[in-house]
């Protein structure tokens, strides 16, 4: 199956097509009123940690750095995920930063995080659920010949 997650700064114009909006940002963008947003939901719970979102905001740690922690961040906290894994499951998800180049921004990551998510739980839902008897198939006793 696939999944729409679109990825757009918080400050883009509001799309008819952009699906359930979810701000996934610590700290509110500034001069931003919510009324004018048409969020579904404001998420922190998926964003990076205050440290690690601090540290790569003042260069102390590599971009790649920044992507490897927060991903080890997501894989701690797996449940962070379901509620933006229950909104791409519905329609086109887009997730939302105040970031200002949302290429090097923690977005990328989460979405490719969601998607392995989705991907997992798709592939648990197509195994069966126990396993198969092998045993041979026993037809009814038949009758001794007379």
């Known amino acids: 199956m696939t999944y729409d997650i679109a990825l757009k700064r918080i400050y883009q114009a509001v799309d008819a097509e952009d699906g359930a909006r979810v701000l996934v940002d610590r700290l509110w963008p500034r001069g931003k009123r919510r009324e004018g ?54 329609g086109r998800l887009t997730l939302l930063s105040a970031a200002r180049d949302l290429a090097s921004s923690h977005l990328p990551v989460l979405r490719e995080a969601i998607l392995q998510a989705l991907y997992d739980e798709d592939v648990e839902d197509r195994e069966p659920t126990s396993s198969p008897c092998f045993a041979p198939h026993v037809d009814s006793p038949s009758t001794p010949e007379t």
């Open 37 to 90: 947003l048409a969020l579904t939901d404001w998420y922190r719970d998926a964003s990076p940690s205050p440290a690690l979102r601090r540290q790569y905001h003042q260069q102390e740690i590599s971009p790649e750095v920044f992507a490897a922690r927060y991903r080890g961040e997501l894989r701690d906290a797996p449940e962070c995920l379901v509620p933006l894994m229950l909104h791409v499951r519905q």
